[in-house]
């Protein structure tokens, strides 16, 4: 059974929450991504956006569904919620991405209502079931059928919340990518070429911000875009 609670010291290192405040924090439900990239539904409402004063009062506006998680209502206060999460609140008319900045902390990153229908999902890998059947599975722990593979792990696939239809965003030269992890967390760049390793060392990206040519994690690269972003950041 997940512990309903953590201490506050003990959080991860990218909640943006003060550390002497109280002794423990809502713990949220286990979810596809780690723990280091989730926050619980009370702290996003009541330390950073401090919409709520009080756990009670969390739980009352979500028991009258007044928050939308990629357009689903939540009733409880440990729903986790991830990186490229959309939070809507639509009696106040308030929209919010869950983010990375530069520090490497979490970030709730206000957004509009059109930009609200997108979710984007990173392809971590691919399974061939029977039948020919692909399964893609996604950085956020869902996974879908496809009958074509015309996906490559770290594409992007680009979900319309409203329409149901979505898109593909491939990790290619000139796309733009977002980086979720290492020195360069939180930066947008524009994406080179993948620098392949051997043994048990891990591909590398090669991509641009501005006229510097860096380099980070294969891991850590995230497309938002194909020749400009397609999301706020």
Do not use: C
């Not at 596809?32 to 950073?48: C, Q």
Request: hydrophobic share 35%; aromatic share 6%.
């Amino acid at each position: 059974m997940t512990k309903r609670h953590i201490k506050r010291l003990a959080a991860p290192k990218t909640w943006p929450i003060p550390r002497k405040k109280t002794k423990f924090v809502t713990r949220p439900n286990p979810a596809g991504h780690t723990l280091d990239k989730t926050m619980p539904i009370n702290i996003i409402l009541k330390e950073l956006l401090e919409i709520t004063k009080t756990t009670r009062e969390t739980r009352k506006i979500l028991n009258q569904k007044d928050v939308l998680v990629n357009k689903k209502p939540v009733s409880d206060k440990k729903y986790p919620v991830s990186l490229m999460d959309v939070i809507e609140i639509p009696k106040i008319n308030k929209y919010f991405r869950v983010l990375f900045n530069t520090k490497g902390k979490l970030t709730i990153h206000s957004i509009d209502k059109k930009e609200a229908d997108l979710k984007l999902s990173k392809i971590i890998n691919k399974k061939l079931l029977k039948k020919n059947k692909i399964q893609i599975n996604l950085d956020d722990g869902r996974n879908i059928l496809v009958d074509k593979d015309t996906y490559n792990t770290g594409d992007t696939i680009v979900f319309n919340l409203s329409t149901k239809k979505s898109d593909i965003l491939k990790l290619e030269k000139g796309s733009i990518i977002y980086l979720t992890s290492g020195k360069n967390v939180g930066k947008v760049g524009n994406f080179e070429t993948i620098k392949e390793s051997k043994g048990s060392q891990k591909d590398k990206v090669i991509f641009k911000i501005g006229k510097d040519k860096l380099e980070s994690l294969k891991e850590y690269a995230f497309v938002i875009g194909k020749d400009k972003p397609i999301i706020s950041i």
